[in-house]
């Protein structure tokens, strides 16, 4: 796809502009693919398994080209704002990236977010036992059909709670990150009167965390034998979510594009028929 076909898409009327930057990436349950430029253009571009397999060659030409098109276009971008990027001092363009990212990094929000993913990443290496026991478990209630109960839809809520966790065990370090570096960034006081993507970004990592401790205290049901650990993980996260909230007062008001506005959406989707 090139630079014109993808400004071609870009004016579609169906896509809600930037709905991608305050997602959490998980197209797979998104109920706004339809609207979402990003999701459409990955399929178009990843379209084959060939393409969507990182071992294969095929990914890196495709992600090779989605790069050379984007700078194309930046490039463009910046002729028609009369910004010479042949001017531009890269070099204290990026020591100040990564004094700023050094920042964040050190940030108490972010360590703690980075050990919440190791605290994840150790829960489940050591809980292979307790997996199959409660596999063994869910077997022997299907074979007894034992009335009140129902093993299938049982396993299944199981697996969304892991998957919801595993999900979202480094995106929110990740969005911390962003959130933090935005933060440090956002210094204009012209700035104060739109929505700060500080704000957009910790609101991304609060839902997250929301998301998880629920998922948690799933976990603890299903294996009230391993409640101390899992409280231990519920607290580390609980600590967290206070603290981002306090960093970010206004985060949870953050409006995100096509999640947040639905009247706006919808109005949208209505207008074009
Ligand atoms: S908005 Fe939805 S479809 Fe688009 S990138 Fe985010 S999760 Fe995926």
């Not at 090779?64 to 194309?72: A, Q």
């Not at 049982?154 to 065990?169: C, F, G, N, T």
């Not at 911390?176 to 704000?199: C, H, M, N, Q, V």
């Amino acid at each position: 796809m090139d630079k014109e076909q993808i400004k071609k898409l870009a004016e579609d009327p169906r896509f809600i502009p930037g709905i991608y930057n305050y997602c959490d990436r998980w197209c797979e349950h998104c109920p706004l693919t339809s609207r979402c430029m990003n999701f459409a253009l990955s399929e178009e571009q990843f379209d084959d398994p060939q393409s969507r397999d990182i071992n294969n060659k095929a990914f890196w030409d495709k992600l090779s080209e989605i790069f050379r098109v984007t700078l194309e276009m930046v490039k463009e971008t910046a002729q028609e704002w009369g910004i010479d990027l042949d001017t531009l001092d890269l070099q204290q363009a990026t020591d100040e990236h990564e004094i700023t990212r050094d920042i964040a990094e050190n940030h108490e929000c972010c360590q703690a977010a980075k050990k919440y993913g190791q605290i994840v990443k150790n829960w489940f290496d050591s809980a292979g036992e307790l997996f199959e026991q409660k596999a063994d478990d869910l077997a022997l209630k299907a074979q007894l059909e034992l009335p009140n109960s129902n093993p299938t839809e049982e396993a299944a809520d199981l697996k969304d709670a892991v998957d919801v966790i595993r999900w979202y065990q480094h995106f929110i370090h990740v969005k911390l990150l962003r959130a933090i570096r935005g933060s440090i960034e956002e210094t204009s006081e012209d700035l104060d009167e739109f929505p700060k993507d500080s704000d957009g970004s910790a609101k991304v990592a609060l839902i997250a965390m929301d998301r998880s401790i629920a998922a948690w205290g799933q976990m603890l049901e299903y294996f009230p034998q391993n409640e101390d650990d899992i409280l231990n993980i519920l607290v580390h996260l609980d600590r967290l979510r206070r603290k981002v909230d306090a960093v970010f007062p206004s985060a949870r008001a953050f409006i995100r594009p096509g999640f947040d506005d639905t009247n706006k959406r919808d109005s949208r989707i209505s207008s074009q028929g």
